[in-house]
């Protein structure tokens, strides 16, 4: 059997290859400037540390080399970003030399070659050298310059690999990413984290394998755009949440869908509202939101567990995790949270900011409990 095929579907089959192949030509063109800038940045490196001119070095070297190349991309700016880039990723030289079939000059590699001593330039113009190189350079890096040149500006490396593979495993834009760094993700996850949690971010992202993983410590919704004011109502925020849910769902975390806002359930001919009811994939789980403009009081905390419980009872099915309860206070106190709440209860509290937090403040707060931890050894 056939199946007509009109004009206006051809147009659109156009439209759609043409886009496809578009994003894939624009995706081919920012990995190869990461590798390129890789390239000047280890360049430029070898040059100070190897090259004949030593009085060549640092500004000096940069300015004089990017009016020289005049190149697009490579300005005074663009080359210093290039030889950070390189520094902060240098180790991808060793990866190169051990995985791949490329020999690469002793001196790129910081070893001495003796007799067999070879300059970077005389074995980078070997035929068919450069395209392997940057071939095999092209499987290192996911993501785009853009994103890179945000993550230069963290100075912590194991907060800017974080935000890496973060970034990597949740495919955020440049302007997602700006968002995460400027709103402290990495200290606000490590701040309700031990030792070894704090590690793991590091080496590995977000990890959600308990209900604590989903916890961040204050979540900022800076996004909604209300003013620090006490005028506005639990129903404004709970509003303002709906209508950038995207946005809200972001600074949620991973593996989150949204189900339900204002979710009736009856009991004993008593009608009872949940804020917002999201569920979790990654946890197969039920979480359950209610927003607390002021101060988070005793009785909030049980009213959410009779949420979780009725959830747990009538809601989830058997093959389903137990029912995640979270509370949102614009003020709470630990000490309450603490003695109200049973060790093993699925209730979480956290704060909640309109504005985004000090990062000097949070970094403060985390070195204090890594400290404490016994994490400055």
Request: glycine share 6%; net charge negative.
């Amino acid at each position: 059997m056939t199946h007509a095929f009109d004009f206006e579907s051809l147009v659109e089959l156009c439209h759609k290859t043409h886009e496809e192949t578009q994003g894939r030509a624009a995706r081919s063109v920012d990995l190869a400037l990461v590798v390129r800038n890789w390239l000047f940045g280890w360049y430029i490196v070898e040059f100070e540390q190897n090259g004949a001119d030593r009085a060549e070095y640092g500004v000096e070297l940069i300015n004089k080399l990017a009016d020289k190349l005049a190149i697009k991309g490579c300005s005074r700016r663009g080359l210093a970003l290039s030889r950070k880039f390189y520094r902060c990723h240098s180790e991808i030289l060793q990866t190169l030399s051990a995985e791949s079939h490329i020999e690469l000059p002793g001196k790129a590699l910081g070893v001495s070659l003796a007799a067999s001593d070879q300059s970077l330039t005389a074995h980078l113009g070997q035929p068919g050298i450069l395209q392997t190189l940057s071939a095999e350079l092209a499987q290192q890096f996911v993501l785009g310059w853009s994103h890179h040149v945000a993550l230069l500006t963290i100075d912590n490396p194991d907060e800017r690999r974080f935000y890496e593979i973060e970034a990597a495993q949740n495919q955020w834009s440049v302007r997602e990413l700006e968002r995460q760094i400027a709103s402290s993700l990495f200290e606000r996850l490590a701040l309700s984290r031990d030792k070894e949690e704090i590690r793991t971010l590091s080496r590995q992202g977000q990890v959600i394998e308990k209900a604590a993983d989903l916890i961040k410590n204050p979540m900022v919704l800076e996004f909604l755009g209300l003013e620090e004011k006490p005028a506005y109502s639990e129903s404004d925020l709970e509003s303002a949440i709906i209508d950038r849910l995207g946005n809200f769902l972001l600074e949620l975390g991973k593996g989150f869908l949204f189900e339900a806002r204002q979710k009736r359930f009856t009991f004993d001919n008593d009608h009872f509202y949940v804020d917002l009811v999201f569920y979790n994939r990654l946890l197969r789980c039920y979480v359950l939101i209610d927003l607390k403009r002021d101060k988070l009081a005793h009785r909030d905390l049980g009213q959410m567990q009779m949420y979780v419980n009725y959830f747990d009872r009538f809601v989830k099915t058997a093959d389903e995790l137990p029912t995640i309860g979270i509370l949102l206070a614009h003020r709470k106190n630990d000490a309450l949270v603490e003695l109200t709440l049973p060790k093993d209860a699925n209730i979480f509290a956290s704060k909640y900011q309109l504005y985004l937090p000090s990062k000097e403040e949070l970094k403060a707060q985390l070195e204090k409990i890594q400290a404490e931890l016994g994490g400055g050894e």
